[in-house]
């Protein structure tokens, strides 16, 4: 997809992806060693009643999602930024998450004519279509006819 | 640390952290499959001469940073949110990152007696002092006197 290919009306659905224990597991006892996201027995007894994922776990999917179906790798040239991440529920193995994305603003570089930059809006939701997580995202995106 | 052992004024410094091109060819081909993130030959003749880490993965290496120094599982709540992540260079095999930290705003919850919120200012550098991520962290975490 070429910066030119991001409609602002469209609404791009990836997934669902389903969250295995053993991977929020191996994420948590790499990253991010709390209890809730490294030790099963004694997070039933936690908050949740169950390991979570750890939410840069989520936001590592979301980034699996993307690449190859909303991002390319020939034309996705570089994240700019985040600007915003919110984890709003959380995210128990089992859970099916899909991704909604919507680009909602496209702007062409001043400075460099083969890319543009383009905003997008995400929601990562779960099986029960409640929001889990919101990302707002800046991404660098080649154009299709490079401007002279 | 409890809500009330984050000092406004103070600097907290984690690290150094060095990164191996295993581990940021095995990120990348579990999260974020693009040749600059899980093919080294290809990558080497790429615009950074080398693979890169995801940005996914810095902020992943981030809270393996932050867990155990600057958050403890004993009193950190839970992430509220992040303001916003800029990528703001690359992150290279070898490179040994240090994780600055400084909470700019300390605030007690209004509804929930036992909690505060932290405002935390980070800036991930590489071993020549330059920036190469910040990342704005919101997280609650608990007070050492509960309010009644």
Redo the contacts between chains.
């Keep these: 997809m070429y910066f030119e290919d991001y409609e602002c009306a469209r609404v791009y659905t990836i997934g669902p992806r389903e969250m295995d224990e053993a991977e929020i597991l191996r ?1 948590g006892r ?7 996201h490294t030790d099963s027995e004694r997070a039933e007894g936690g908050p949740f009643g169950s390991v979570i994922a ?4 989520t ?3 979301m ?2 999602m993307l ?2 179906t909303v991002l390319q ?1 020939e034309t ?1 040239i ?10 709003t529920l959380p995210v128990l193995p089992g859970d099916k998450l899909k991704l909604i994305v919507k680009p909602v603003q496209v702007r062409a570089s001043r400075t460099k004519p083969d890319r543009g930059l383009v905003r997008f809006e995400m929601e990562m939701v779960n099986q029960n279509e409640v929001v889990v997580m919101t990302v707002g995202l800046l991404g660098y995106v080649r154009r299709r006819d490079e401007q002279k």
């Design positions: 994420f790499e990253f991010d060693r709390q209890y809730i750890s939410g840069w776990h936001t590592a999917i980034m699996q690449v190859g790798e996705a570089a994240g700019a930024g985040v600007e915003g991440i919110k984890w």
